[in-house]
Nanobody, 120 residues
Framework: QLQASGGGLVQAGGSLRLSCAAS????????VAWFRQGLGKERDFVAA????????DYADSVKGRFTIFRDNAKNTVHLQMNSLKLEDTAVYYC???????????????WGQGTQVTVSS
């Protein structure tokens, strides 16, 4: 029910925009979050946005560089990633949950991942 896209290869300092497309029911009624998982690492919280868009939460490692926002008309949640660093390299996943949460285990719905690779 969720589909992530927009990953790719980018140089350090560059930008990418990820998109998470979902059904209208999920986009309008659920918290949508982004997580990422580096090779051999756990799946970590990146950012989340409430159903109304009025609340947003970010991991400390991405604050000031990443922005999560909604386009409800297109049933899509985006993650704008600027000033990318080598350590941002990971598979990025979008997920949905009825309430704001930062643990991957709490999320009901998941999209497939999209690979983001940041090169030097």
């Amino acid at each position: 029910q969720l589909q992530a896209s927009g990953g790719g290869l980018v140089q350090a300092g560059g930008s990418l925009r990820l998109s998470c497309a979902a059904s209208g029911r999920i986009v309008r009624g659920y918290v949508v979050a982004w997580f990422r998982q580096g090779l051999g690492k756990e799946r970590d919280f990146v950012a989340a946005i409430s159903a109304s868009g009025g609340m947003r939460d970010y991991a400390d490692s991405v604050k000031g560089r990443f922005t999560i926002f909604r386009d409800n008309a297109k049933n899509t949640v985006h993650l704008q990633m600027n000033s990318l660093k080598l350590e941002d390299t990971a598979v990025y996943y979008c997920a949905a949950h009825p309430s704001l949460a930062t643990l991957a285990s709490e999320y009901y719905y998941w999209g497939q991942g999209t690979q983001v690779t940041v090169s030097s």
